[in-house]
């Protein structure tokens, strides 16, 4: 079976790696390429990719693009991965014979760049709670990480990219009670902006951006992470949560993604509620030390694992 996974994006993050790591570890059953834009090719280091540009999810080009690869290759699935890779995808398979597989990465108002789709993959329960016919196939630990537990003698971190999303101006002004030394790992637009509420705050002492990690060296942080703060609005993971606990690293943050499926009711407030946000960080973060993650990390391996998810997700291109 040939399967051809189509991301739309041009920065290299939670969804890019999701589908190298998946294209990466199926069985010799599936035969996989890529199709990104020539900015990822070089990320996606043994698995086979093709070079595609993407305008808009309206422009007929990319429709005749993709339907031209395909006829060629005699490609049977196309897995889209995100709304926009659905949408024109979803186009593509009512030109062709291809099944059109679709996950959502993340929460969405609306589903309907899935209308088309012949199934549906939600990364957790939330994103796909209005889709009674979708799978829920969850995100995993990076495969990658020998998962030693942290020393926990270092400081707390956040990683994500600075986005609004991510909800890091709301963990700064959380902050502002709290002793403990804070890295925000990450890059993105809102660097600058995030950098000047620090300074504004007063809080330079205490709250360091770190932009100069990469995804493979992201592992080194762990090594002595004392917690990982969620501050996020929304989120389809998130996985850096998994990876966290794959290190013995206690997390809090904000009820999202699979957060409350892992992390205990009484480490999680709601999204964007900076009042309890930062109630929940000023009474939990002096007991980072006493919390033990090891029973959550147990029961993490058996749901939240690369094996696990290439399984489903060769069940679900076979039932097409």
Same mark, same amino acid.
């Given at each position: 079976?040939?399967?051809?996974?189509? &991301?739309? %994006?041009?920065?290299?993050?939670?969804?890019?790696?999701?589908?190298?790591?998946?294209?990466?570890?199926?069985?010799?059953?599936?035969?996989?390429?890529?199709?990104?834009?020539? %900015?990822?090719?070089?990320?996606?280091?043994?698995?086979?990719?093709? %070079?595609?540009?993407?305008?808009?999810?309206?422009?007929?080009?990319?429709?005749?693009?993709?339907?031209?690869?395909?006829?060629?290759?005699?490609?049977?699935?196309?897995?889209?991965?995100?709304?926009?890779?659905?949408?024109?995808?979803?186009?593509?398979?009512?030109?062709?014979?291809?099944? &059109?597989?679709?996950? &959502?990465?993340?929460?969405?108002?609306?589903?309907? %760049?899935?209308?088309?789709?012949?199934?549906?993959?939600?990364?957790?329960?939330?994103?796909v709670k209005d889709i009674p016919q979708a799978k829920v196939i969850p995100n995993w630990f990076n495969p990658a990480h020998q998962g030693r537990p942290s020393s926990r003698t270092g400081p707390i971190i956040a990683v994500g990219r600075l986005e609004k999303v991510k909800g890091f101006d709301l963990l700064i002004n959380a902050w502002a009670n709290i002793k403990e030394e804070l890295n925000i790992i990450g890059s993105g637009k809102e660097l600058l902006a995030l950098q000047e509420l620090i300074e504004k705050l007063g809080l330079s002492d205490r709250i360091k951006i770190l932009t100069d990690h990469s995804y493979e060296s992201i592992e080194d942080i762990y090594k002595n992470a004392s917690g990982l703060i969620v501050s996020s609005l929304r989120e389809g993971g998130p996985r850096t949560v998994l990876e966290a606990i794959n290190h013995n690293i206690p997390v809090l943050g904000t009820n999202v993604g699979i957060m409350p499926q892992i992390i205990p009711r009484d480490l999680l407030t709601e999204a964007g509620d900076q009042v309890s946000l930062t109630a929940l960080l000023e009474e939990m973060i002096p007991l980072l030390p006493q919390l033990d993650v090891s029973a959550i990390k147990i029961a993490m391996h058996e749901e939240y694992s690369l094996e696990n998810a290439c399984i489903k997700t060769k069940e679900v291109y076979f039932s097409l």
């Open positions: 079976m040939k399967v051809a996974h189509l &991301i739309t %994006s041009k920065v290299f993050a939670g969804i890019e790696q999701h589908v190298f790591e998946l294209a990466t570890a199926m069985d010799e059953e599936t035969d996989h390429i890529i199709l990104c834009d020539k %900015s990822l090719v070089g990320y996606m280091s043994g698995v086979p990719t093709h %070079s595609i540009t993407m305008g808009s999810r309206f422009s007929p080009l990319n429709i005749i693009r993709l339907v031209l690869f395909f006829w060629k290759n005699n490609t049977d699935v196309l897995h889209c991965h995100g709304a926009k890779a659905s949408a024109i995808g979803g186009w593509v398979g009512l030109i062709t014979r291809l099944k &059109i597989v679709a996950t &959502i990465h993340g929460l969405k108002s609306h589903n309907r %760049s899935i209308k088309y789709a012949d199934s549906v993959i939600g990364v957790n329960k939330e994103v």
